[in-house]
């Protein structure tokens, strides 16, 4: 039973690796560009939280 569990061990570690490499790939692709873009931009169009009232 410990060699099947060293076995299971080693398949879910490459399986999570597999998975972190493709999320990197998928978010750093040259098709997300303009979604990465905005999303960047978006705190800056924001309006000010602590803006002095002008009354």
């Known amino acids: ?3 099947f569990t060293a076995y299971l061990s080693a ?3 490459t399986f ?3 998975v972190f490499l493709g999320i990197v790939w998928w978010a750093w692709s040259t098709h997300r560009e ?3 873009e905005e999303s960047a931009n978006l705190p800056f169009a924001l309006p000010d939280e602590f803006q002095k009232d002008q009354s």
């Open 1 to 3: 039973m410990q060699a």
């Open 16 to 18: 999570g690796l597999f």
């Open 11 to 13: 398949i879910s570690s």
């Open 34 to 36: 303009a979604a990465n």
